[in-house]
Structure formats: C-alpha cells, structure tokens
C-alpha cells in the first residue's frame, strides 16, 4: 500500500477527488493533507474523509519541517494538487520521481512563474488561443519543467471567458488527475 501526501493551498476539489478515489484503494491511500494556509478549504474536506492534515509556514518549509513530517508519515508519493509555494530543492530531491504537480495549461505554454489561477485562463483567452487543457508532470527543481506525464485538451470556444474556460480545465482535472497518479504509483 502506497502511502500518498498532497500538498495544497486553496479549495482542494482536485484533492477530494482524489481521496474520493483512494477511499476504499487497495492500491494507495491519502495519509496526509498539508497546507500552507490554515484556512484553506482542503483541510475541512480532508476532515470529511477522516485524513490527518498538516499546517506548516513558508519558513517551516524552508527549514525542512515539512520534509520531516512526510518522512515520519513514510510518505512514498507527494502529490501537488493547487500547491502555490515554490517546494525546496530539499524535498525535490527526496522523491526523485515521486512528486507530480498538476498544471492548468497545456505546458510548456503557460507556464512558469506567476502562471498559476484564473491567470492562467486569462491569458488563454487574451492570446485567442483556440485550445487549451491540463498537464501532470513530475517535479523537478525548475517546477513547470518536469518530465510530462499526461495531457489532456479541451477547446476554447469564442464566447468561452477565463471563467468558462477554468470550468472545462476543472472538469478534465477531476476526470483524470486521480487515475494518472493511479497508474503512477
Ligand atoms: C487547479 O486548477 C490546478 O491545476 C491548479 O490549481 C487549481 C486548484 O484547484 N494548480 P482546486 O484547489 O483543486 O479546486
């Protein structure tokens, strides 16, 4: 049994998901929520499936508190499902091929620092493009640039807006986010 933490900073419906999936796994099961925020929305869905959570500042991150506590839980996989802070190359290191992010583009466009959220979207629209999706790729120290492992496309229609547009990019993430880091593990 695989033993899987994901990190998250906001709402977290791509997290329930995900534990929704794994509730009755015999594959892998979500032993850890953490969070930066300790108001973020993911920590009362963790409370609903009966998973502990962990909080933690930029700084306790940095200084390698949130590393020990997923080595203490024997974490096996790290999970980054709407995680906003930059992870230290510390804990890159410990999961070599073991950590995955989720992207709300089709990588390597829009990427990179200050794409995250309806900017994303925003600039979707702005440039006409006339697809867009989601990209799961392992993390590496330069975070977009991991190795991809799933992509996913969905059209951008001309009376899509940004709003629109980040509902059909959700619509995907929640399809398929938990069954790639299934086949992951
Ligand atoms: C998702 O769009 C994800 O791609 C991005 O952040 C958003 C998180 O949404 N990195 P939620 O918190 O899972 O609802």
Same mark, same amino acid.
């Given at each position: 049994?695989?033993?899987?933490?994901?990190?998250?900073? %906001?709402?977290?419906?791509?997290?329930?998901? &995900?534990? *929704?999936?794994?509730?009755?796994?015999?594959?892998?099961?979500?032993?850890?929520?953490?969070?930066?925020?300790?108001?973020?929305?993911?920590? #009362?869905?963790?409370?609903?499936?009966?998973?502990?959570?962990?909080?933690?500042?930029?700084? *306790?991150?940095?200084?390698?508190?949130?590393?020990?506590?997923?080595?203490?839980?024997?974490?096996?996989?790290? /999970?980054?499902?709407? =995680?906003?802070?930059? &992870?230290?190359?510390?804990?890159?290191?410990? =999961?070599?091929?073991?950590? @995955? $992010? /989720? +992207?709300?583009?089709?990588?390597? $466009?829009? %990427?990179?620092?200050?794409?995250?959220?309806?900017?994303?979207?925003?600039?979707?629209?702005?440039?006409?493009?006339?697809?867009? %999706?989601?990209?799961?790729?392992?993390?590496?120290?330069?975070?977009?640039?991991?190795? &991809? &492992? =799933?992509?996913?496309?969905?059209? @951008?229609?001309?009376?899509?807006?940004?709003?629109? !547009?980040?509902?059909?990019? +959700?619509?995907? *993430? +929640?399809?398929?986010?938990? *069954?790639? !880091? #299934?086949?992951?593990?």
């Amino acid at each position: 049994m695989k033993r899987l933490a994901i990190l998250a900073s %906001g709402s977290g419906s791509n997290a329930e998901k &995900i534990m *929704e999936h794994f509730r009755y796994s015999q594959k892998a099961k979500v032993s850890l929520i953490a969070s930066n925020k300790s108001d973020a929305f993911v920590l #009362e869905r963790a409370k609903k499936y009966g998973i502990p959570t962990f909080t933690f500042t930029p700084k *306790e991150m940095e200084s390698g508190e949130l590393l020990g506590k997923l080595q203490a839980e024997m974490i096996d996989f790290v /999970i980054l499902a709407g =995680f906003l802070l930059k &992870i230290p190359e510390d804990l890159i290191r410990a =999961f070599p091929n073991r950590m @995955v $992010n /989720i +992207h709300p583009a089709l990588l390597p $466009n829009y %990427g990179g620092k200050g794409m995250y959220g309806m900017k994303v979207h925003q600039a979707v629209k702005a440039a006409g493009d006339t697809q867009t %999706g989601i990209t799961i790729h392992l993390v590496n120290e330069n975070y977009d640039e991991g190795k &991809i &492992i =799933f992509q996913a496309a969905t059209p @951008v229609l001309p009376e899509d807006s940004p709003e629109t !547009i980040a509902e059909k990019v +959700h619509a995907l *993430e +929640h399809r398929y986010f938990p *069954e790639v !880091i #299934e086949s992951l593990v």
